[in-house]
């Protein structure tokens, strides 16, 4: 049972362009949202996140957008850049008691073409 | 750089062998999560340690095991290795229990069980 899904397993943007990198989730208790970024060959990156009590947070070139009717949150990329390309990983929160445990989706392979 | 850092960064073992994986915590992070990530997918939980204690554990068999030590350093276990336990192991520290703090991810060990 899948309860972060991203579906899009890939995504070719030209540089320069908007990167729109989707996540859908099921469980409701989710409260807190995190984007991760990983290269290969290196451990995920903290990139942005989103507590359930907002709609939009934004960080430099970075946008998440929340849509918790729709289960839906959204990562943008504007500019995007040729260093930008990298698996995009969703991740979601319960926040049950003091455990961290964050389920994650199963990745979007961004490519950046120059 | 995230200052979570993990040994080995690769090993090979038989099936049937034990294994153990270490991770030194960001300096002021008291919470240390592992996370095993297969190929093409997403991390998937195992266990959080949260002061020395367990605190919190995936659905992963008993065979996987950890410790966290008082300077917040943890290992994992792995006993009886099957062929389904070759992934990325990732570990994650973060600075309390309280769900929503950032966790930040080591670079990972790649255990390959022949």
Not at chain 1, 52 to 58: A, R
Not at chain 2, 15 to 36: A, E, I
Not at chain 2, 47 to 71: A, T, V, W
């Amino acid at each position: 049972d899948q309860q972060v899904k991203q579906n899009s397993p890939s995504l070719s943007v030209q540089e320069g362009r908007i990167s729109i990198l989707n996540c859908d989730y099921t469980n409701s208790m989710f409260d807190y949202f995190l984007w991760y970024k990983k290269y290969p060959a290196e451990g995920p990156t903290f990139l942005i996140s989103i507590s359930s009590i907002k709609d939009k947070n934004e960080d430099g070139r970075f946008t998440v957008f929340l849509n918790k009717s729709a289960k839906h949150l959204s990562l943008h990329i504007v500019p995007s850049q040729p260093g930008d390309s990298a698996v995009y990983f969703c991740a979601a929160s319960d926040g049950g008691g003091a455990t961290n445990k964050l389920i994650f989706g199963t990745g979007t392979l961004l490519a950046v073409q120059p | 750089e995230t200052g979570v850092t993990q040994s080995p960064t690769h090993l090979i073992k038989t099936r049937g062998q034990q294994v153990t994986l270490r991770c030194s915590s960001q300096s002021g992070h008291n919470t240390v999560s592992w996370y095993q990530q297969a190929l093409g997918q997403g991390p998937q939980f195992i266990f959080q340690y949260y002061r020395e204690e367990e605190n919190g554990r995936g659905n992963f068999p008993p065979r996987f095991s950890g410790l966290q030590f008082p300077n917040y350093s943890s290992e994992l276990n792995v006993n009886a290795l099957e062929l389904d336990d070759s992934a990325l192991y990732l570990c994650a520290s973060s600075p309390g229990g309280v769900a929503g703090n950032t966790i930040y991810f080591g670079e990972g060990s790649w255990l390959t069980v022949v």
